[in-house]
């Protein structure tokens, strides 16, 4: 079982914008999720935690491992999906995934062609892998870069926004991979898509502008969450009332009318009715109704 401990973690980039403010969260073996608006952060705790640039203060340590401050050690059981995972023109997938072994050491040709072979069965495209990865859709680079990121026993996968541009068959088998791989390691995964946090991760944060605003099981997020999430179905013009009057979460088209829900401690009243929570509605709570120190 390996624990993935951050502690503290800042970082301003030179034009000001403060990424991280101080993010502490402690993570063991399993599928976690990192959810969070564009901008909120992700991708640069992501890229910290990959060791591809540095913090300005804080400590993060894999085990006994000491990320910020011995790279080296961490790179050798790290394996890092980007979030598009790029592909050298015309190369099969089994020369690509042997080229990824040769740079992560593995130098026994032998060795890398048995290595090679399991991982592409491990993500179901043995039977490709003499073909173009150029030509394969979405889903299978996002295979492949699941393949590289297993080379050499990694104890954490960090995967960045992985289903951006998948279909939803591509994305199903994406992730069923990731979560049969998710069982021996630590998988961190960032994404601003709150139904494949759901389907995927026992544990979660939300991030937002820099912060840790909640961390813990989906489950337990929508409970707190039960009897003070509510709906209505308005006109158009109506929803800039709404706004100004209630605590508007989210807003979305149903049937080509507007859809509100609002938070709420007790019924609202004027039509409103109460509905069952979703992840969705903690998101949007999380990260919308923070600034006006709502606690639920
Ligand atoms: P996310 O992955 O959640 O979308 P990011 O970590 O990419 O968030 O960005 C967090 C904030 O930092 C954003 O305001 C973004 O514009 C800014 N940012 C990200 N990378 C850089 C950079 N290299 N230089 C300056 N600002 C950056």
């Known amino acids: 079982m390996a624990t993935l401990s951050i502690k503290n973690l800042s970082k301003t980039y030179p034009n000001g914008v403060k990424a991280l403010n101080n993010v502490s969260i402690e993570i063991e073996n399993g599928m976690f999720g990192l959810l969070g608006p564009n901008g909120a952060g992700k991708s640069s705790l992501m890229r910290t935690l990959s060791t591809l640039q540095e913090a300005d203060s804080g400590s993060a340590f894999l085990d006994d491992i000491d990320i910020l401050n011995d790279p080296t050690e961490l790179r050798k059981v790290l394996g890092y999906l980007p979030q598009e995972f790029g592909v050298y023109s015309k190369i099969t997938a089994e020369q690509l995934l042997d080229h990824m072994c040769v740079l992560k050491g593995i130098s026994n040709r032998k060795e890398r062609k048995e290595l090679v072979g399991y991982l592409l069965q491990k993500v179901n495209l043995y039977e ?11 889903g299978m680079k996002q295979r492949v870069g699941i393949a590289q990121a297993l080379i050499g026993s990694p104890k954490l996968i960090i ?3 992985p289903t951006a541009g998948l279909d939803p068959g591509e994305r199903n088998r994406f992730h069923n991979l990731l979560a049969d791989v998710g069982k021996e390691v630590i998988i961190l995964l960032s994404t601003h898509i709150v139904d494949d946090v759901h389907e995927l991760c026992s544990k979660f944060a939300v991030m937002n502008e820099g912060e840790i605003v909640y961390h813990g099981t989906p489950t337990d997020a929508i409970s707190e969450l039960k009897g003070k999430v509510w709906q209505k179905s308005i006109e158009r013009e109506d929803l800039a009332q ?14 080509g009318k507007p859809v509100i829900h609002a938070f709420a401690e007790s ?8 509905v069952e929570p979703s992840l969705e509605d903690v998101f949007f709570v999380k990260t919308k109704l923070n600034q006006v120190a709502v606690t639920v």
């Open 128 to 138: 490709k892998k003499n073909k173009s990865v150029k030509g394969f859709s979405g």
């Open 159 to 161: 995967v960045d926004e």
């Open 242 to 255: 709404h706004q100004e009057n209630h605590q508007v979460i989210s807003d979305k088209m149903i049937a």
């Open 267 to 274: 019924d609202p009243s004027n039509g409103f009715h109460l």
